[in-house]
């Protein structure tokens, strides 16, 4: 290797300028020193690591398209479409089977009803109920009345009564649904 001169600058003389080139020619860009062209220098860019690793995902994925090919030509035994279908007989059960086509219901559009049921209209006369005072207590405001047809015990508050009564009293009421169960209102005598 050539020696540099002491105490010139580095591009004083041609000597230093060829020796500089040749100690750093290692050092410097291919393109630089004139060596490669840019096309040739970005595929040298390149590394081995990255050609192979850019080999095996090609392998894997041409594997991987050989494997789905062979599975397409040569279905195994109970992975085909028909082993996974269900069907549903008569009674609503899973069945394997298709269903019998002799059984088969025809159901009218119009017969389907979707949601809550159209109320028909209620007579007033039928939600009046009547029935005998069981229990009366005066003093904390309640009493129990016991329904004449479905022998059921319905709750009474002193607030519902539109007239004073008594125990074994016959009365007439309504039954309402309350936090705690069936109450009875509009309660009045039998006279």
């Known amino acids: 290797m050539a020696r540099l001169k002491k105490g010139l600058p580095l591009a004083a003389s041609a000597e230093n300028v060829t020796a500089f080139q040749r100690m750093n020619f290692f050092t ?4 630089q020193t004139g060596i490669l062209s840019q096309k040739q220098y970005s595929n040298m860019a390149e590394t081995w690591n990255k050609k192979e690793r850019e ?13 789905k090919q062979e599975r397409k030509d040569n279905p195994k035994s109970g992975n085909n479409f ?3 279908l269900a069907y549903l ?11 019998d ?11 389907i009803e979707i949601g809550v049921r159209k109320q028909e209209p209620v007579n007033p006369e039928d939600l009046i109920r009547k029935g005998t005072v069981t229990f009366f207590n005066d003093s904390k ?10 022998q059921e015990s319905v709750f009474v508050h002193i607030n519902s009564l539109t007239e004073e009564i008594r125990e074994q009293n016959k009365v007439t009421f309504e039954v309402e649904m309350g936090p705690k169960g069936s109450n009875a209102v509009n309660v009045k005598l039998i006279k």
């Open 28 to 31: 410097m860009n291919p393109i």
């Open 55 to 67: 080999k095996k995902k090609q392998q894997v994925k041409k594997e991987k398209a050989e494997r």
């Open 82 to 84: 028909e082993s996974m």
């Open 89 to 99: 007989d008569e009674n609503g059960n899973l069945s394997s089977q298709p269903p």
């Open 101 to 111: 086509p002799r059984k088969k219901i025809q159901v009218n559009v119009e017969d």
């Open 141 to 150: 405001g309640y009493c129990f009345i016991k329904d004449d047809v479905t």
